[in-house]
């Protein structure tokens, strides 16, 4: 008795502890997005045309839920900067949605290429008055989406049809073993575009950093004091960053420094 006790304890730790994901779902917007959540913080990764505002709503599915009023959501736009109006409630059908007071989403990384833009935005589970609560479970999450004709949010409707608006569902599994252990060794840094330092995730497993101007030349080679790197000194482009890990494999970031 004890022996199952034991194992159903270790079962429900190690469930406690898991990490689950939907996987890139694509979206018939042309939009993808992926989230990710473990036991304290979500991760979404959302990705669409460069020239849009790019729009998610956590709710109901179909012509009985959606863009309801105080329904909570996530909106890239032209007023996106510096981790402010990302965090939005909607205030019905056809209304421009409010940003909230406190904004809860941060985004990590935001960059472009080939006309598609890829966000990674974070946020604790619980968020912050008026938000979703994401439980770090197997549970399927409901969404709508959108995007728009241009980045600009007040008063570019995204207009009827699947081409630019639509509802999903998000189905979630567990992430495998070598799965979870690749994403503790990812070393992904934000701000991003930077002005003067930017922070890595997972710092604690990385030993030395080399800096490449795009040309190929190297600028430097440093170790981060710490999670944060200073790049106050770089000239403004696009930078190459070699990582060195401490168990000697190596990763790759691209840095545009402003």
């Given amino acids: 008795m004890k022996k199952v006790l034991l ?52 709710g109901g599915t179909g012509t ?70 994401f439980s770090n479970s197997t549970s399927s999450i409901n969404i709508f989406f959108a995007k728009g004709s241009s980045t600009t949010l007040a008063g570019n409707y995204h207009g009827g049809g699947t081409s630019n608006r639509g509802y999903a569902v998000l189905t979630r599994g567990v992430l495998g073993t070598s799965e979870t252990v690749a994403e503790s060794k990812k070393t992904g840094l934000y701000p991003n575009p930077a002005k003067e330092t930017v922070t890595f995730k997972n710092a604690d497993k990385i030993k030395s950093v080399d800096i490449y101007e795009s040309t190929g030349r190297k600028v430097r080679s440093v170790k981060p004091d710490g999670e944060t790197l200073n790049v106050r000194d770089l000239k403004p482009g696009i930078y190459y960053l070699e990582i060195t890990l401490k168990d000697g494999n190596l990763s790759y970031e691209k840095l545009i420094k402003e």
């Fill in 64 to 133: 009985s839920g959606g863009m309801g009023v105080g329904v909570d959501g996530f909106i890239y736009n032209s007023n996106s900067t510096a981790n402010a109006n990302l965090d939005y409630t909607f205030a019905g059908p056809g209304a421009t949605p409010n940003a909230d007071p406190a904004q809860d989403w941060t985004v990590t990384s935001n960059t472009t290429s080939g006309g598609t833009r890829t966000i990674v935005a974070t946020r604790s589970l619980a968020g912050g008055t008026g938000d979703t609560i």
């Fill in 7 to 58: 194992t159903f304890s270790l079962a429900f730790v190690n469930l406690a502890w898991a990490q689950f994901s939907t996987g890139t779902v694509s979206l018939s917007t042309g939009m993808t997005i992926k989230l990710d959540t473990n036991a304290t913080t979500a991760t979404m990764t959302l990705t669409g045309p460069d020239t849009s505002y790019l729009g998610v709503g956590f």
